[in-house]
């Protein structure tokens, strides 16, 4: 590891990278602590699952809104301001929670995940090009791989919090017993469980307080390429980039891609519960033993993504993508159409077949996008915007009564998807 991140006149980036390293667990804990509080926030407040959708919409609105500004906040000042940037952002929307509980409302909780994200958004964008950047080009992107492997360990640690920290320690009444409280017994329950959530989001701001002086106080060698305040020829950048059919694919199935992910990860919750209820569990057992399959998911993503960048070396990335994209097809439909046993574990199947995907798709989408690189990765995290707006349509056939028809809504993604492998099947990464 050593040679990977010292470079040839024998600068050691160790410090760095591991500090940079961290941010990468960061935002993955943050993206699967949340989706189970489209459920949470669904009993908490008595709402439909298309309501409780809207923090879907508010967290990867987020992503969508600052990323552009994000790059050019980098390319203006360095990567270790947009870092700073990002996780301040983040730690004043995690703290925000305790307001927000104070009120008791849902919309402010709303703008608390809406921050956060943003935060978010300038820590993807600016971390990976950094981490890019912490050594000789031809290591790279086995840096960035390293450092991408620390992302669904935090996801991990995100969906264990959510599922012992909040969803066990909530009250376990069900959503149609809270429907029949009155007024004041709702309002005391609701604050109970409001505290409840508040915690484990408090304790990740005082964290990130923590991590934000650490990399403030850490001098970080800086090269030529990485000083800030570059000029950007705008306009050229934007044609170039929309002139390039790969690059403009790529960003199109980014966007599809990431509903599918969060459709898939964030409806597992309804859907388990949904089966296990059906089966004679109660709702609180049905919806941790949900989450415990998510988390299995989770592990299934994380293992097969060290896997799939071992098989990199011996197939074309955009042929992998094809044929788990064809997979994940075949895991939705079954999903869709068979239901029970079998559909909740062939939607902790679909995992195996996502752990690929955002990492192959930026790679043949930056594949010859040369200085435009920056803005052009910009446009990748704001395609995150699909994590926004698909799973409301989702939780609308939900809502109607189709639990299981939903799932033809990340079944259609990864058509998507597949088509964009094909249709990138010459193109090679260098992994």
């Not at 993955?28 to 509080?37: E, K, L, S, V």
């Not at 703290?95 to 009120?103: G, Q, Y």
């Amino acid at each position: 590891m050593k040679s990977t991140i010292t470079t040839k006149d024998g600068i050691n980036y160790l410090v760095p990278f591991i500090l940079i390293t961290s941010c990468f667990a960061l935002w993955g804990f943050a993206n699967d602590i949340t989706n189970p509080m489209v459920k949470g926030f669904s009993k908490i407040f008595r709402m439909s699952v298309t309501e409780g959708s809207l923090v879907q919409v508010a967290f990867y609105g987020g992503y969508f809104c600052m990323a552009l500004p994000a790059a050019l906040f980098i390319k203006r000042f360095s990567y270790k301001s947009g870092i700073l940037m990002g996780l301040g952002l983040y730690a004043i929307g995690a703290l925000m929670f305790i307001p927000a509980a104070s009120i008791g409302n849902y919309y402010p909780f709303l703008v608390a995940y809406f921050i956060l994200t943003c935060g978010l958004s300038f820590l993807e964008t600016s971390a990976n090009p950094f981490i890019l950047s912490m050594g000789e080009p031809e290591t790279a992107t086995r840096r960035l791989n390293l450092a991408q492997s620390f992302n669904p360990m935090g996801s991990l640690c995100g969906m264990f919090v959510a599922m012992y920290f909040i969803q066990a320690r909530m009250n376990p009444l069900s959503t149609a017993e809270r429907a029949l409280l009155d007024d004041a017994s709702f309002e005391a329950l609701k604050a109970s469980d409001l505290a409840v959530v508040v915690k484990p989001y408090a304790a990740i701001g005082i964290l990130l307080a923590i991590v934000f002086v650490l990399i403030l106080l850490t001098k970080i060698p800086i090269k030529k390429k990485e000083t800030g305040g570059m000029s950007l020829a705008f306009g050229p950048t934007l044609k170039r980039l929309f002139a390039n059919k790969t690059y403009r694919n790529g960003v199109v199935a980014q966007f599809f891609y990431i509903g599918a992910q969060i459709t898939c990860w964030t409806f597992i919750i309804q859907y388990g519960t949904h089966v296990f209820m059906g089966e004679g569990m109660d709702e609180q057992s049905a919806e941790i033993l949900s989450q415990r399959l998510n988390i299995v998911a989770m592990a299934l993503f994380c293992c097969s993504r060290f896997v799939c960048t071992a098989l990199m070396k011996y197939f074309r990335p955009a042929a992998m993508l094809t044929l788990f994209a064809g997979a994940a097809i075949v895991f939705c439909m079954v999903v869709a159409f068979v239901g029970g046993r079998v559909g909740i574990y062939s939607l902790v199947a679909v995992s195996i077949c996502m752990s690929l995907m955002f990492p192959t798709i930026y790679g043949l989408a930056l594949k010859d996008v040369g200085p435009d690189a920056e803005i052009g990765s910009a446009g990748l995290i704001m395609a995150i915007l699909g994590g926004s707006l698909l799973p409301p349509v989702q939780a609308l056939i939900i809502d109607v009564g189709h639990v299981e028809l939903s799932f033809l809504v990340p079944l259609i993604c990864f058509v998507v998807v597949m088509f964009y492998g094909l249709k990138c099947k010459r193109l090679t990464i260098d992994y």
